[in-house]
């Protein structure tokens, strides 16, 4: 089955194709789709992006459990966007420079968000016009990129989720650079205005979840959860909940 509009469909106020009601969905966890994987993050040009053994083993899992309940898989072939990290920088920094503080209270602003302000504050009106200019094209790509497939798979994190502490406290720059590292797959789903959910498939050896990231079409949120519902299943994780519940 394939649900959804093939195009890319910017400053909709409601999606083409949109599915629901999706609790139905949710529940029944019925059909079968046209899933990608994609390994590759607008992220590579601009960081150092490392995809844990961790993280790979979640993505093979639910792979396999996909390929297992007959659904169509195919692998993606990368499509480098060398402009996504300085767009995504002078839109994140324009908008902290929006936050109202100055003077002595900048000083009670964590690291990270006083590199943003700072930035942002120099970031000019022909910069931030041609950042959102290049985001609009990068949305579109993105959703033809898509359009053959139901859903697409990704890691949900690049590595286990880090000890606290790990982020650094003092380098804003760097604290900024850890998290594009820790999630390099998230954001442009953002950017892009398209749904998506996570569904924890395995455990690390240190008892911490790993999953993977289902993004759809533009309205394809029935889709979603109907394969996260299939996927939870297969890997008897739906009435997990941490001991302290």
């Known amino acids: 089955a394939r649900a959804g509009s093939r195009g890319a469909h910017r400053f909709a106020v409601r999606a083409p194709g949109d599915d629901g009601p999706y609790l139905g969905a949710a529940i029944r966890g019925e059909g079968r789709f046209q899933v990608g994987v994609m390994m590759d993050s607008p992220w590579d040009d601009g960081y150092d992006i490392e995809v844990s053994e961790e993280a790979r083993s979640a993505l093979d899992r ?3 459990e996909f390929d297992r309940l007959g659904h ?18 002078t839109i994140w920094q324009a908008g902290a420079a929006t936050i109202p503080v100055d003077g002595a209270d900048e000083a009670l602003l964590e690291p990270l968000t006083r590199w943003l302000v700072e930035r942002g504050r120099a970031v000019s009106a022909r910069q931030l016009a041609e950042a959102l200019a290049w985001l609009a094209g990068f949305e579109e790509r993105v959703i033809r990129r898509f359009s053959s497939f139901d859903a697409v798979l990704t890691p949900a994190l690049a590595t286990p989720p880090p000890p606290v502490g790990w982020y650094d406290a003092q380098d804003g720059e760097r604290n900024f650079a850890q998290q594009v590292q820790f999630t390099p797959f998230t954001s442009f789903v953002n950017v892009s205005g ?19 990231q289902l993004i759809g079409r533009p309205g394809g949120e029935a889709a979603l959860f109907a394969l996260g519902a299939q996927l939870e299943r297969r890997v008897r994780r739906r009435h997990r909940h941490p001991s302290t519940w």
Do not use: Q, S, W
């Open 62 to 64: 639910a792979i396999a």
């Open 72 to 89: 169509g898989i195919e692998a993606m072939a990368p499509e480098p966007e060398p402009g996504y990290p300085d767009a995504f920088r």
């Open 194 to 212: 398209l749904p998506a959910i996570t569904v924890p498939v395995e455990d690390t050896a240190d008892g911490l979840p790993m999953g993977v």
